[in-house]
């Protein structure tokens, strides 16, 4: 696993696996894990890892298909794209959003599942086309991210869009993490793709 810097400027690991395993140790009260637990876990200094739980957890089998789920990540996304947008040093959630939960057990399958997938895309991804990922570049994601966030509840009413939004936040906050042009490149087209999708259905 390769070890990056957060913005403090301390080594971190922020691979995708150990994301995972982070999110799988946390605390709770046995039944549930809190969204507020699952971001702990996970570190909420910079944008990209609250992009990559959020999709994981749309993404994930069984934690995606609960109804309200996609909905409550597209705000969690929306409030931290906001905050990222004004330069907040530290994340807010309101307390009702933040003290969701989601259950333990489903949490776990989920995870199991994307371990494989993450083991991939962890020797896959490294920095690349910085340029992609530094001023206007990483506007436009950060916007493009605020897209789909607004779309996930239109989502949950067609079939399997929500699974092609889940993965697209999922490989923008790769991209930010890794500073990877190439896959923020990937979660544009994964974008436009689910968007397609979208269309054809409703047309």
Do not use: Y
């Not at 301390?10 to 995972?20: C, P």
């Amino acid at each position: 696993m390769n070890d990056r810097t957060d913005s403090d400027g301390s080594a971190k690991n922020d691979d995708l696996v150990a994301l995972l395993e982070r999110i799988r140790a946390t605390d709770g009260d046995g039944k549930d894990v809190t969204v507020r637990e699952i971001l702990k876990a996970a570190g909420t200094r910079t944008f990209g890892p609250v992009v990559v739980v959020a999709g994981l957890v749309v993404l994930a089998p069984l934690i995606g298909d609960i109804p309200g789920v996609p909905t409550l990540m597209g705000l969690l996304v929306l409030l931290t794209v906001g905050q990222m947008l004004f330069r907040k040093s530290e994340l807010w959630l309101p307390r009702w959003l933040s003290e969701r939960k989601v259950p333990r057990d489903k949490l776990h399958t989920g995870l199991r599942w994307m371990h494989k997938p993450a083991r991939f895309l962890d020797r896959f991804t490294r920095p690349r086309l910085t340029l992609l990922m530094d001023g206007g570049g990483n506007l436009m994601l950060a916007l493009t991210c605020l897209l789909v966030a607004l779309a996930l509840p239109l989502m949950e009413f067609v079939p399997f869009s929500a699974n092609g939004g889940g993965l697209a936040l999922m490989t923008f906050g790769l991209a930010m993490i890794a500073r990877d042009g190439v896959v923020a490149i990937l979660a544009l087209l994964l974008t436009g793709g689910t968007f397609a999708f979208i269309a054809s259905q409703l047309l």
